[in-house]
């Protein structure tokens, strides 16, 4: 379970957003709905333990993520988050395997990484360079990617920003089916997609921008 709690991120500048609390439940899967701009990935990010709130707390199953050191979060990212980027984060010149498997880098075991790329169609391209594929299969490697580590939250950052409904319906679907009984926190800016999902949280309900005075 995911808790968080009088979340506030401060820039440089001189503007924060202000986060109402939330919580995220294991097994469940949600939609964050807004405009580009309004703490979406923010969110995500800080969940992740990319970025630090300026106050307030991340916890994760008891955990205080926020008062823990970067080191510490950066292991717990490895170990139990999977993050699928809106960029993707994919190397164009590497095949999709090579894309997976250097995640062995950091120790992580790939051995799922064909019953993965089957249950979301593309076994087929395992072999085939990033910069031959469409939008919608790269977004399935991406999946994949995060998925091998076997994680227990799986963060998305606009997983269908760059797809027509059509394709953006099939890697949500591919999605959801990949994801059950882990906690599935997903961004997106398509209400159509939004249904999916189990609850949607529209960010006007739950981040405040604001400017900060006096703060550099």
Known sequence: MIRAQNLIKQFRDGTAIAYRDMTFE???TYALLGASGCGKTTLLNMIAGVLSPTSGK?????RDMSAASQRARDQFRIEKIGYIYQDFKLLDLMSVEDNIRILELERVDTSQM???????GILKLKRRKVSHLSGGEKQRVAIVRALCKRPDIILADEPTGNLNFETGYEVVRALMEVAKGKTLIAVTHDDRLAAFFDETLDMADIAT???VRGYA
């Open 209 to 211: 921008s604001k400017e």
């Open 58 to 62: 991340v916890e994760i199953d008891g």
């Open 114 to 120: 064909n019953a993965l790329l089957e249950q979301l």
């Open 26 to 28: 294991t097994g469940r």
